[in-house]
């Protein structure tokens, strides 16, 4: 499906930023980050939301639903802008 390719496209666009997401079948996974708080504050100021996943006992991860093109296009510029402030 559309949403598939659209998910392997964002989950390759975060490996090239230097991020490990987590494998998943479903149309969201979990990313691994220094803090899911802080990197849902960045990405949430560029108008982007993320699942912070700490009520998960996961406080160094974020759950990402993958979207249409241009939505996931929007998630990968913003992390790489963020990425160099620490995320």
């Not at 997401?21 to 982007?48: C, D, M, Q, T």
């Not at 996931?72 to 160099?84: G, Y």
């Amino acid at each position: 499906t559309r949403l598939q390719v659209e998910k392997r496209r964002l989950v390759s666009g975060l490996q090239e930023l230097g991020f490990a997401p987590v494998p998943s079948r479903a149309n969201y996974f979990l990313l691994p980050v220094s803090s899911g708080a802080e990197f849902r504050r960045k990405l949430l100021a560029h108008g982007i939301l993320v699942r912070d996943c700490a009520s998960f006992g996961l406080p160094a991860y974020v759950r990402i639903a993958a979207r249409r093109a241009e939505e996931n296009a929007r998630l990968l510029k913003a992390t790489a802008l963020e990425s160099n402030s620490a995320l």
